[in-house]
């Protein structure tokens, strides 16, 4: 297994200060890279793992933070912090375009060559960097099919893959058509893929005494396995890597 360097990285963001997990591949020379977002909760060990494990393949990773390195176990102190977020593109963007500045400051980043994934809300953040015209080589979003503001999703210059699961009440059918419809509608190259029987998070797993869950939400560890073998095909067919 090639040797990974990891390390935490601070940036400012959203009036906060932001603990992102960076992960270096081996070797000295320049990579592609790839930007991670986590779920509403924040950023936590599994999302790192994430970030590592995408170093072993090559790619320099940043797991960006969402709330200043806390971790929500109650749902509706999160969703106090979430919805006004949620609801303002241009805080989503802040959040994303401070984690990917970090990101394309490391030496080690080829900025010419970098990726978004975004888990729920990292996925909206992601989402939302590529309406604001971010030069990504492509965008995959996990349970966050968010739209945009109208129009917008026409500044979005690379390929977009979205996962949600089939049972999931918080992307429900309405919303994953109006997401298709507004990336159609866009031009964009999208697609969509919709796992049968899998509630929201279905990709996360449990966390753990401690943590109270939404109604809906759920893990799904074959769909899980499914949706990461999707992302890493995304990358491998936009944003190739050899270890």
């Known amino acids: 297994m090639a040797t990974v360097t990891t390390r935490t990285v601070e940036y400012p963001a959203d009036g906060l200060t932001m603990v992102g997990h960076l992960a270096l591949p081996a070797g000295a020379g320049r990579r592609p890279a790839v930007l991670i977002g986590p779920e509403g909760p924040g950023l936590n060990d599994f999302q790192r793992g994430r ?58 980043t080829d900025p010419d060559h970098v990726a978004g994934i975004g888990y729920g809300t990292g996925g909206a953040v992601v989402l939302e960097l590529g309406r604001a015209g971010a030069p990504l080589r492509a965008i995959a979003t996990v349970n966050g099919l968010i739209t945009g503001r109208p129009g917008e999703a026409a500044h979005i210059s690379c390929p977009v893959w979205a996962g949600v699961g089939s049972e999931d009440p918080i992307q429900p059918p309405a919303q994953r058509e109006a997401f298709t419809a507004e990336m159609q509608a866009a031009g964009v190259d999208w697609r969509l893929v919709t796992y049968g029987g899998a509630e929201h998070a279905f990709h996360h797993p449990p966390v753990g005494p401690g943590q109270t869950v939404l109604p809906g939400v759920g893990y799904h560890a074959k769909h899980a396995g499914r949706a990461w073998r999707d992302i890493l095909a995304l990358l491998g067919e936009c944003l190739p890597s050899v270890a």
């Not at 176990?73 to 805080?91: H, V």
């Open 51 to 108: 970030a590592d494990a995408l170093a072993e393949l090559g790619y320099v990773a940043l797991a960006f933070d969402l709330h200043g390195g806390r971790w929500y176990t109650d749902p509706q102190e999160m969703l106090a912090r979430l919805d006004p977020i949620l609801a303002d593109p241009d805080r989503l963007r802040d959040i994303g375009f401070a984690a990917l500045d970090v990101l394309c400051a490391e030496p080690r």
